[in-house]
């Protein structure tokens, strides 16, 4: 069923352009952000609802503040 | 009449990274006037990295990359819709459903797709894939996750390299085929794509290099290539990643100077046209862009990067808005970074603006190391290999013309850390990658050295 | 006032209530400022983060000739810093162990709670004896396989090798601080002994871990394995009671912030780094050129003591806007206070998941507390700078 309020979903994205591999980010939200090898960072990019305070405290932390946590874009007619 | 320039029509075409973060930009510059997005794909801006590492592991869903916003642009958002051409003079850019928006200021993101197979019949063939865009990436995702027999790529550049890694991974046999000498090559030269090589055969790749492919074959569905050494391979999937071809097209008409190389703009990311002058009321971000920077002799460059496109939007955002002036250059040293095989390797400054190169911490054989670049003398690009933590230093070196080699007393320092071996960058016509980066002037005189 | 003699002044107990004043001072005075002791003293921002991303910086006291025997990797540089560093974090973090801070959460929280459960309105308290200290250092214990018991032991040994790793002017650093080596050899033989009843029936923690590990090629030597697991064991509580106690002071004196943050309480993650940026736990770092360098205009030789003064770059207003200012919710916040590059504090993870815990489970007790003493009486060290006790009348 569709209703009229659309369900808004939390985002993550990593600017690994300023990531340097101090995996704050993975010690904190361990089910969001994985690292691959010693420093390369992966992460899943739709943030479930149970992980979103876990994300918030992965983005306050990490020491470069490439973390950025978010709504999806909602590109609607308005 | 400064103020004016808070308001008006903006429009910005090309919906992904860099337009997105263009329209946030504008409106924390104070952007009160309308602003419309167009996007030729019917998605919100999604991220597309992940497409070539998350998505094929399986660890994420192509339709799950909607990139968050740090505020709502509160734009009109004109998605899955191609915009076909712009009227400089009527200030109008004409969309294929006929309309046609008018602007006061225009803003053209809108980067790159992936090179298609050159011939189309073969290209069209079942399990023949480019990865560029999330369905691409969600239909090689489902293709190998039914285990295919073998999974044939062609090219070894950063993409390429990549999906061979994630096969690996998934424990899927896969070839490369590289017309270069190895892996990488085009983008960080001789040294550190000898690595790359050991790295791909080490996780089990079969490397080809040397090699082009000359035809790809099957009957509806593909079932494998023929090589130019004569050789054949079999194999399910085929993933084609030759580069990127910059979305210009649209632009042929318009009097800007958009080509091949990209649409080129000033250091202010003010679109050239086709004369050389500068115009008032366009500009130009992310990948689809070429621009003069000062520290690489002014060369125009153009860059594939997810963090150029970040800074050129927040560039072009704010000269959008602002008078002259005020207005910044974008001056962003380049930076790039590929996770693959377990290592992760980052590339600050321009590598292919060299022509020697010197290992200046760690080692080939610790997988862990600091290359340093330099031309004519003085520093111009470093490769971190798993040591992501001393690239700040070297940026640093960059931004400050430092002389190279660098100076002594590094800890860690490689035993060879005084021995400069040339930079061995490939001539781009040589590789079946084309490069993430690319000096769009004339190439640094780095055939003096022993082809 | 003669800034030769910063450093002496910075570590002049009675500037330890207060020596914010003197860091805008040094700033002022520099970037580079020799001392009369012939050690340079650094507190802008964005030197120090250079200098702490320059590898041609050493962490290793052996370097200005200290003549010590091998540090724990805190003080060694790379390679063998970087060995002995993904070694220790094997059992700790990522990519070997991501899940177990995490996985701690809630034992740390119930920690929290059951120390301020005694504790009803009206009475007092001392923040640091009765809460800041016993926190991290039962977390510690239960993380490293230390039995809580033997704290009085282990609270001396740390209390005498902390004290000889502090910044003082005119140190002679060639001399070997007894007390200090002392301290670490019978500390780390403790360690040793705890690990070696461990070997063959592992159990959860991390000595256990380390000692069992089959791996030849990733075992640590018992020499490595004692240095450190004190090192561990030391960083792990007398860092982070700074933290916390610093946190509850900085939050009485700010009445507002402390309502803001009563309020909205999805700002505690921002406001604890916030608190790492204006109340550090660490103050000072000492670094020591490899090879004679240029730092921002003035030579340095090798071998010389450099202290980069983290505490001051954290309030540099050519990086910080307003730097004075305690700001919960403050953007792009970079701070200094677990430092930055490779040495960057191992332990910061789990410092910031007790320091949530802990101002989590203080902030409703805070609302009608008041300070029995302001300024509190402050540790002797410098370089840990914190409050030896906080009374608070709840």
């Not at chain 2, 991220?47 to 009109?76: C, F, N, Y």
Request: aromatic letters at 6%; a negative charge.
């Amino acid at each position: 069923m569709t209703t009229e309020e659309e369900v808004v979903e939390m985002r993550t994205v990593v600017d690994l352009t300023r990531c340097q591999g101090y995996a704050q980010c993975v010690f904190l939200a361990p089910e969001v952000f994985e690292l691959h090898g010693e420093e390369g960072l992966l992460y899943a990019t739709a943030v479930p609802d149970d992980q979103v305070e876990r994300v918030r405290q992965a983005a306050a932390a990490c020491p470069v503040q490439a973390i950025l946590l978010g709504e999806e874009v909602s590109t609607g007619a308005r | 009449m400064p103020g004016d320039l808070k308001d008006g029509r903006v429009v910005i075409v090309g919906a992904s990274l860099a337009g997105l973060r263009a329209a946030e930009a504008l409106r924390e510059e104070g952007l009160t006037g309308s602003l419309t997005v167009v996007g030729e794909e019917p998605h919100a801006p999604y991220d597309r990295p992940p497409l070539s590492k998350q998505v094929l592991l399986g660890q994420a869903t192509a339709d799950t990359l909607e990139l968050p916003m740090r505020r709502d642009p509160d734009a009109e958002w004109r998605l899955g819709v191609r915009a076909t051409g712009v009227d400089l003079l009527a200030k109008r850019v004409s969309l294929e459903d006929g309309e046609s928006l008018p602007y006061d200021r225009l803003l053209i993101a809108t980067g790159t797709r992936a090179r298609p197979w050159p011939n189309r019949e073969e290209g069209a063939l079942d399990g023949v894939f480019t990865l560029r865009t999330r369905e691409d990436g969600a239909g090689l995702a489902e293709r190998l996750a039914a285990r295919p027999e073998r999974v044939l790529v062609i090219g070894g550049g950063f993409t390429g390299s990549e999906i061979a890694s994630a096969c690996r991974e998934l424990g899927l046999e896969v070839t490369v085929a590289e017309r270069g000498p190895a892996p990488l090559v085009g983008a960080l030269g001789g040294t550190l794509s000898k690595l790359a090589a050991v790295m791909q055969r080490n996780h089990g790749v079969d490397l080809r290099t040397g090699v082009t492919v000359t035809a790809l074959n099957g009957n509806g569905a593909f079932t494998g290539a023929e090589l130019s050494d004569g050789s054949r391979v079999e194999a399910d999937v085929c993933v084609v990643a030759l580069g990127a071809i910059r979305n210009v097209e649209w632009l042929a008409e318009s009097g800007l100077a958009a080509g091949p190389r990209g649409i080129a703009c000033d250091a202010g990311c003010r679109a050239f046209n086709m004369y050389g002058i500068v115009t008032d009321d366009v500009f130009v971000a992310g990948d689809v862009s070429r621009f003069p920077h000062p520290l690489f002799g002014y060369q125009m460059l153009s860059l594939e990067h997810w963090g150029n496109a970040v800074e050129q939007a927040a560039v072009a955002a704010h000269n959008m808005v602002n008078p002259g002036p005020l207005q910044r250059p974008h001056l962003a040293i380049p930076v790039f970074w590929s996770t693959q095989f377990g290592l992760n390797i980052k590339s600050v400054g321009v590598p292919t603006y060299s022509d020697h190169v010197v290992i200046a911490q760690g080692s080939l054989e610790a997988r862990r190391l600091a290359m340093v670049y330099g031309y004519q003398g003085r520093v111009t690009a470093a490769v971190t290999v798993d040591m992501a933590k001393a690239l700040d230093y070297y940026r640093h070196l960059i931004e400050t013309a430092a002389p190279f080699p660098p100076p002594p007393g590094a800890q860690d320092r490689a035993i060879a850390a005084d021995i400069t071996i040339p930079s061995a960058v490939p001539d781009p016509s040589v590789l079946s990658h084309g490069p993430t980066v690319a000096l769009t002037g004339h190439l640094p005189d780095r055939r003096l050295t022993v082809v | 006032m003669d800034s030769a003699t910063l450093l002496a002044r910075i570590t002049d107990y009675a500037s330890r209530p207060n020596p914010y004043p003197l860091y805008a001072e040094l700033r002022e005075a520099g970037p580079v400022v020799p001392q009369a002791d012939g050690s340079y003293l650094i507190g802008t921002y964005h030197l120090i983060a250079a200098l702490l991303h320059d590898p041609r910086m050493s962490a290793d006291p052996r370097t200005r000739g200290e003549a010590t025997h091998k540090p724990p990797f805190l003080r060694l540089d790379d390679p063998e810093h970087h060995r002995l560093r993904t070694l220790a974090m094997r059992p700790f973090g990522p990519p070997h162990s991501p899940g177990r801070v995490d996985g701690m959460r809630g034992e740390i929280d119930r920690i929290a709670r059951e120390l301020l459960e005694p504790f009803e309105a009206g009475r007092q308290i001392d923040i640091v004896d009765d809460f800041a200290y016993p926190l991290p250092v039962t977390v510690i214990c239960r993380l490293l396989g230390v039995p809580h018991e033997d704290e009085p032991l282990f609270r001396a040994w740390s209390d005498a090798i902390v004290a000889a790793a502090d910044v003082r002017p005119d140190d002679d650093s060639t001399k070997p601080d007894k007390a200090g080596d002392q301290a670490r050899m019978e500390m780390g033989g403790y360690l040793l002994n705890l690990a070696e009843q461990r070997r063959g029936k592992p159990g959860d923690d991390m000595l256990s871990a380390f000692v069992n590990e089959p791996d030849p090629a990733l075992r640590l030597t018992d020499e490595e394995l004692a240095e450190t697991a004190v090192l561990l064991l030391i960083a792990g509580h007398e860092t982070t009671v700074n933290l916390i106690a610093n946190g509850a002071l900085t939050l009485l004196r700010q009445p507002e912030q402390l309502d803001r943050l009563r309020r909205e309480p999805e700002l505690l993650p921002r406001a604890v780094e916030e608190l790492l940026r204006y109340e550090p736990p660490v103050h000072m770092r000492e670094r020591i050129p490899h090879a004679d360098i240029d730092i921002a205009g003035t030579l340095v030789p090798a071998g010389a003591s450099v202290v980069l003064v983290l505490a001051s770059g954290n309030r540099d207003p050519m990086r910080f806007r307003d730097p004075d200012r305690f700001d919960p919710a403050r953007p792009d916040n970079q701070h200094l206070g677990f430092g930055s590059g490779i040495h960057a504090c191992y332990g910061g993870p789990l410092a910031r998941v007790e320091a949530y815990a802990a101002l989590g489970a203080l902030l409703p007790h805070l609302g009608s507390a008041r300070l029995v003493e302001d300024p509190p009486p402050y540790r002797q060290n410098a370089m840990l700078r914190g409050p030896r006790h906080l009374p608070i009348h709840l």
